[in-house]
């Protein structure tokens, strides 16, 4: 499940080509990356120089270059790689600087994680950047070499045979004696170093969290024999708003993933009660009042169906959030919706339903119903108390 390998585009990244020299910190970069047991690969558009693969001390079988795979962004090379150690997608990353190399990674279905050498190409807009080549390393060894990817699990069908996945980084006792859980919480459109830090941190376990389990790599077939594009939302705040944590986790993702992100998607057209206040005062939110206020925008509807959904959010208490999203984006078409959360406070699951007196719009737009049209269906959870160790 950890990361395996990593792919290295050479000329920029390793070697500057123009000085004749290894970039600062490149033979400490491997030696690390040696280390921690991966498989390191090289890869270059151009022609094979021996004397680069002298310098940064790895075999010809470590290479690729133009006459093995022919041009960067036909994803060849990726293709070569997982021929040759037999990983998964989602067990290989790309550390590289350049189109060629955002296309070899991140084009198509064969999707890899992308960091950006910015020791090379400070300015470029595509791969998670990585100031230098040791924070490379340390962003590998610290999220993407972790066993434990989620405290908390569902997978299953609810009372239709719809499918159910639902996926949550970490339990309330994590997120309260970190500071999680206040972080969250708070609309501050800039955060303090320390918060900065913190989200960073938080942010890049969730995203190797998705990376590392695959769920980037679900997708449905389109009707030219390939796989449509997945849609990714965030579910917002009860008056609308959305974390200054998941518009990082917005901006990490379309970097490192190049996964596009539909703020519009899923909308609250009606302000809500506080979930968190009510409870707080000894009530029970109910679901009606989170699908009487939540609305898939119609202009989507034609890209939801048939389509995987991923929502995300902060914090899930029982599941009212999630599944108001999975159902509407369902009623629109949607072949699966997989949420995820920071957090997950009670622990239990229960999956909810139309039942034949629910109209649901099937179209998009605002929904209007009462709770007792719903079915409801527990379902059954799995718990990792170790991913706690993982953070």
């Not at 090379?77 to 070899?104: A, F, Q």
């Not at 939110?285 to 169906?305: G, H, L, R, Y």
């Not at 959360?341 to 999956?351: C, E």
Request: charged share 25%; with cysteine; proline share 5%.
């Amino acid at each position: 499940m950890p990361v395996r390998t990593v792919i290295l585009d050479r000329d920029g990244t390793l070697y500057n080509e123009y000085k004749g020299v290894l970039q600062a910190g490149v033979p400490e970069m491997l030696e690390r990356l040696k280390g921690l047991g991966l498989n390191v690969f090289i890869v270059s558009n151009e022609e094979r120089e021996k004397g680069v693969e002298t310098l940064l001390g790895v075999s010809r079988d470590q290479c690729l270059y133009n006459a093995d795979c022919g041009v960067k962004g036909s994803k060849k090379y990726v293709r070569k790689v997982i021929e040759l150690t037999g990983d998964k997608l989602n067990e290989v990353v790309y550390l590289g600087d350049s189109d060629l190399d955002m296309r070899e990674a991140a084009g198509g279905h064969e999707r890899l994680a992308l960091f950006n050498a910015e020791w090379s190409n400070p300015n470029y807009m595509y791969g998670l950047p990585m100031n230098t080549p040791a924070d490379f390393v340390d962003v590998l060894e610290t999220y993407f070499l972790k066993e434990h990817l989620w405290f908390f699990r569902v997978d299953g069908d609810d009372s239709l045979n719809r499918p159910v996945m639902f996926r949550a980084l970490l339990d309330p006792d994590t997120c309260k004696t970190e500071g999680i859980t206040d972080l969250l919480k708070q609309r501050k459109p800039v955060l303090s170093n320390r918060e900065q830090e913190l989200a960073n941190h938080l942010v890049l376990h969730l995203l190797a969290s998705l990376y590392l389990e695959g769920l980037h790599l679900i997708r449905e077939p389109n009707n030219q024999g390939g796989f449509k594009k997945p849609l990714y939302t965030i579910y917002p705040g009860c008056t609308g708003d959305i974390s200054p944590v998941l518009r990082l986790f917005e901006r990490f993702t379309a970097r490192l993933l190049t996964m596009k992100y539909e703020e519009t998607l899923v909308s609250r057209h009606t302000p809500a009660p506080s979930s968190h206040k009510q409870r707080m005062g000894g009530g029970s939110p109910e679901v009606a009042v989170q699908f009487n206020t939540i609305q898939v925008s119609p202009a989507f509807a034609s890209k939801v169906k048939g389509n995987v959904v991923l929502v995300a959010d902060d914090f899930s208490t029982g599941s009212n959030a999630m599944e108001t999203s999975r159902n509407l984006l369902m009623t629109v078409g949607a072949k699966r919706v997989i949420g995820i959360t920071v957090g997950k406070y009670r622990r239990d699951y229960t999956a909810f339903s139309p039942d034949a007196s629910c109209k649901l719009p099937t179209g998009g737009g605002p929904a209007n119903i009462t709770g007792t049209s719903l079915a409801r269906k527990t379902m059954p959870v799995v718990q990792d108390d170790a991913a706690k160790g993982e953070f």
